[in-house]
Structures are given as C-alpha cells and as structure tokens.
C-alpha cells in the first residue's frame, strides 16, 4: 500500500485512457474549483503524465506530494496552493 492509499482526498479526476495534454488539463479544471490546502487525486495510464505533472506543479506553485505506480497506472496527489 502506499502513500496515495493511505492520503484522503478532496476531489479524484479519472484520466485513466487519456494522452497528454488531457490529464494536465482536467487537473487544471478540477483544481480552479478547489479551495487553497485541499487535495486532488489523478489516476492517470499514460507514463507521461510523470513528468508532465512535475512540471505542471513546478510551473504554477500547486505542491506534489506523492506520485506513484499501480500496475499500469499512474497516481498523482497535488494540494492546491
């Protein structure tokens, strides 16, 4: 089990099937309606989401607190800033 099990969250986004830019941009939606200090999941199947996510964050101040890999997918935590 790991850390993303374990995290409660606000809000999950489904972007299991979906290639770049798609989930950074359901991220992005998901987050303009959440309040500063609260958590969003992603489950994401595409390995580029990885790196996209680091950056995304890096990019607009959002902290990444755990990525991790479960079978083929992808889970992303980020709190909102």
């Given at each position: 089990m790991s850390d993303a099990d374990?995290?409660?969250c606000d809000q999950e986004v489904n972007?299991?099937?979906m290639n770049?830019?798609?989930p950074i941009l359901?991220?992005?939606k998901a987050l303009a309606g959440m309040e500063s200090g609260?958590?969003?999941k992603v489950i994401a199947?595409?390995?580029g989401s990885v790196r996209d996510f680091k950056a995304f964050?890096?990019?607009t101040g959002h902290a990444l607190?755990?990525?991790t890999q479960a079978g083929d997918e992808f889970i992303h935590l980020l709190r909102r800033r």
């Open positions: 374990n995290t409660p972007a299991r099937g770049c830019p798609l359901r991220a992005k609260q958590i969003l199947t595409d390995a964050c890096s990019q607190l755990v990525q």
